[in-house]
């Protein structure tokens, strides 16, 4: 059963791209605080994602051993798919002539992509007034398939990356961390 928020709510919908690529903006000691910080927003209603995310990262996990963005989405999933599964907005982007093409037609086996499920949860929480954001670090189309910002584009959904979205919702870097990374500032003398 399909939950929904009040109107005019800001809410985030992470693909499985972006959950990865927060190892690779932030160095590992600031994990655990970043993940925090998400799960947070995760109680708070305001970052979703559907099932399907878990299951590419878990895919991907399987190679790597103990993967913290797999078991951040794995511990939060309950929540964060709270929305279930939304047949109708489902059907609505695989009917869409463009962002139906999301989907990569030589993809023959293996778990199921995620793009389609993240779209149409995009699709639902718009068409139920909210202000939404798909979270990607896709970008390149191939003749083949769609890249996620291009489809999100054809359905009128916002999209940025995570570098972006953290710094944007002052998860990361926080104001201490942008201070003392700023480069140091010329002394005046003072006049004699």
């Given at each position: 059963?399909?939950?929904?928020?009040?109107?005019?709510s800001?809410?985030?919908v992470?693909?499985?791209s972006?959950?990865?690529e927060?190892?690779?903006v932030?160095?590992?000691?600031?994990?655990?605080?970043?993940?925090?910080?998400?799960?947070?927003?995760?109680?708070?209603?305001?970052?979703?994602?559907p099932?399907?995310?878990?299951?590419?990262?878990?895919?991907?996990?399987?190679?790597?051993?103990?993967?913290?963005?797999?078991?951040w989405a794995?511990k939060?999933?309950?929540?964060?798919?709270?929305h279930?599964?939304?047949?109708?907005?489902?059907?609505?982007v695989?009917?869409?002539?463009t962002?139906?093409?999301?989907?990569?037609?030589?993809?023959?086996?293996?778990v199921?992509?995620?793009?389609p499920?993240?779209?149409?949860?995009?699709?639902?929480?718009k068409?139920?007034?909210?202000?939404?954001?798909v979270?990607?670090?896709e970008?390149?189309?191939?003749?083949?398939?769609l890249?996620?910002p291009?489809?999100?584009?054809?359905?009128?959904?916002?999209?940025?990356n995570v570098?972006?979205?953290?710094?944007?919702?002052?998860?990361y870097?926080?104001?201490g961390?942008?201070a003392?990374?700023?480069p140091?500032?010329?002394?005046?003398?003072?006049?004699?």
């Amino acid at each position: 059963m399909a939950e929904t928020l009040g109107h005019d709510s800001e809410i985030w919908v992470i693909d499985t791209s972006s959950v990865i690529e927060i190892k690779h903006v932030a160095p590992r000691s600031d994990w655990k605080t970043i993940f925090q910080d998400l799960t947070a927003m995760i109680t708070g209603g305001s970052l979703v994602y559907p099932k399907q995310v878990i299951d590419e990262l878990k895919a991907g996990s399987l190679t790597r051993g103990y993967d913290r963005p797999y078991e951040w989405a794995k511990k939060n999933g309950k929540r964060a798919t709270r929305h279930g599964n939304l047949f109708t907005e489902l059907s609505e982007v695989m009917c869409h002539p463009t962002a139906a093409r999301v989907v990569d037609p030589n993809k023959a086996f293996g778990v199921e992509e995620a793009d389609p499920y993240v779209l149409a949860l995009a699709v639902h929480l718009k068409n139920n007034g909210n202000s939404v954001t798909v979270i990607t670090e896709e970008s390149r189309s191939t003749p083949q398939k769609l890249a996620l910002p291009q489809a999100c584009g054809a359905l009128r959904l916002y999209t940025m990356n995570v570098e972006v979205f953290l710094q944007d919702t002052g998860i990361y870097p926080t104001t201490g961390q942008i201070a003392s990374t700023s480069p140091p500032q010329p002394q005046r003398k003072k006049p004699k």
